[in-house]
Nanobody, 121 residues
Framework: QVQLVESGGGLVQAGGLLRLSCAAS????????MGWFRQVPGKEREFVAC????????NYADSVKGRFTISRDNAKNTVYLQMDNLKPEDTGVYYC??????????????WGQGTQVTVSS
């Protein structure tokens, strides 16, 4: 069982930056691939980025490539999403997720409660 808690969301102007964190409970965090997804009302949850269990592989949605960076610190049981040059279309609730394989599909076993990111124009 893994519990995930996101933090770091907020209101920022376009062009600004935020760093999201996702703290995980449990001793097996380093065994899990991790993903970030986002969702806006009325739309399906959208893939943002994912990272393998050891950080050796990452993948990004085309819309965030070159602006967002996913990383993890297994010693701290935490995964991060550094978001630079934010755009209004990045607005949404951001969720972190844990699973056995890093994937763009929302087929993860555990999810956090989400943190709101709002980018004003």
């Amino acid at each position: 069982q893994v519990q995930l808690v996101e933090s770091g969301g907020g209101l920022v102007q376009a062009g600004g930056l935020l760093r999201l964190s996702c703290a995980a409970s449990g001793r097996t965090f380093s065994s899990y691939a991790m993903g970030w997804f986002r969702q806006v009302p009325g739309k399906e949850r959208e893939f943002v980025a994912c990272i393998s269990w050891n950080g050796g592989r990452t993948n990004y949605a085309d819309s965030v490539k070159g602006r967002f960076t996913i990383s993890r610190d297994n010693a701290k049981n935490t995964v991060y999403l550094q978001m630079d040059n934010l755009k209004p279309e990045d607005t949404g609730v951001y969720y972190c997720a844990a699973g056995w394989v890093e994937t763009m599909d929302p087929n993860y076993d555990y999810w956090g409660q989400g943190t709101q990111v709002t980018v004003s124009s």
